[in-house]
């Protein structure tokens, strides 16, 4: 493979490459079932695409790099060209504002990633056999091609750790964040999980789950054909009650819903809450191979505890059930300790143009990474389970 010659192309739109082609590097598991991650499957990336969730006047044009060998495509990356740092949830708003201040252009960036998507998976997309070639392929070209467009910056989000550490030793910055999620110690059912917990703990996530039974309603979980239009237009509601309160627009377009609808309704897991009248609450989930992915909460009434109760508990019932081992339940939120997720770090990495400005945010990085190893440590030992519990 090191004599083969590899071309980088860059797509503005994913109907420029077959789902097979695609899929063949970002899910080659799926062909025996279901993908390890649905983000990066052209089914999801599209329906950003064609719902206008990303493209013109989002701040989010598409620029996929796919790598080919003699014709073959042997790696590709969802990759666009950023004019903000919106929707991205590893920030580099203190970069831009350092950067701006000395006299630079922050803006546009080039940014691998998944939209508004805060879920750690592969960035660098290799067909099996490609790993390292691959990989290597798509940094190069993804720092040439910033370069050549005398972009500021190079960011690839919530990679894995390998990406992580392979980038580093390709040159890249490597920087370390951290999320909350919850990890299943093969547990028979949700009282199983609570005997893990200490005796106050256990017995809070029992009075929030009791109130919660309290709220007048019902609580259904539904995945498959078991949606329906009427539950994503509940669900549409409470999305951009959210949406307007955290971001001030929400990210995602009503059409992108009914596509996950059309394309994606296997991968989904949406939890409503009823009140005998209407849908007051929900929370949307995908489903991983082996993950369950907490995406979007939101209400249109407040009822005590019902948020944890769907964005948490429920996510945990059905990952028990399910045989899942774990539960990423988004970004941030130090809340959730208390209700048995635990601190992990996530990863990403990045290219500074300048070189003196690299060096300094190298610098800030190696702090960084110090301070979040520790705060991992630290949050960790105050964690709800008994102190017999062993960790994975």
């Known amino acids: 493979m090191s004599d083969t010659r590899i071309e980088i192309n860059v797509l503005t ?9 695609w899929d063949a590097c970002a899910c080659p598991e799926a062909a025996g079932g279901r993908p390890i991650d649905p983000f990066t499957t052209h089914r999801f990336l599209k329906a950003l695409e064609d719902s206008g969730s990303v493209g013109s006047g989002t701040g989010w044009q598409p620029r996929y790099l796919v790598a080919k060998a003699d014709g073959e495509v042997i790696a590709c990356a969802p990759a666009y060209a950023k004019g903000h740092s919106q929707g991205e949830y590893i920030f580099d708003h203190s970069f831009a504002h350092a950067y701006e201040r000395a006299g630079g252009r922050y803006y546009p960036k080039l940014q691998i990633a998944v939209p508004f998507t805060p879920a750690t998976g592969r960035r660098f997309l290799t067909k099996p056999g490609w790993d390292e070639t691959g990989m290597a392929a798509l940094v190069q070209g993804a720092v040439q091609i910033a370069a050549d467009n005398e972009l500021s910056s190079l960011h690839a989000t919530f990679c894995t750790e390998a990406e992580a550490i392979a980038g580093e030793a390709m040159g890249l910055l490597r920087r370390t964040t951290q999320q909350f999620h919850w990890v299943n110690h093969d547990y028979a059912d949700f009282d199983a999980f609570l005997a893990s917990l200490s005796s106050r703990k256990r017995k809070n996530i029992r009075k929030e789950r009791r109130t919660t039974q309290d709220f007048g309603g019902r609580i259904v979980g539904l995945t498959g054909d078991d949606l ?3 539950h994503w237009d509940a669900f549409w509601r409470f999305y951009q009650d959210t949406g307007a309160r955290k971001w001030g627009t929400p990210y995602l377009t009503r059409e992108f819903f009914d596509l996950v609808q059309e394309t994606m309704r296997d991968d989904v897991y949406l939890v409503l809450a009823e009140d005998g009248r209407r ?4 929370a949307l989930n995908f489903i991983g191979r082996d993950t369950l992915y907490g995406r979007y909460w939101g209400c249109v009434e ?9 964005c948490y508990y429920q996510a945990i019932d059905y990952a028990i059930a399910h045989g899942m081992k774990r539960v990423e339940a988004g970004a941030q939120g130090e809340h959730k300790l208390a209700r048995g997720y635990l601190p992990v770090p996530t990863h990403s990495l990045h290219w500074m143009a300048d070189e003196g400005f690299a060096q300094a945010v190298q610098q800030y990085l190696e702090a960084e990474r110090n301070a979040v190893d520790e705060e991992i440590e630290i949050l960790t030992s105050y964690g709800p389970f008994r102190k017999t519990m062993t960790e994975d």
């Open 13 to 21: 739109s994913l109907d420029q490459i077959a789902p097979g082609d």
């Open 228 to 230: 329906r239009p009427e």
């Open 279 to 282: 849908y007051v609450a929900g």
């Open 302 to 310: 407040d009822h005590p505890c019902l948020h944890f109760e769907l």
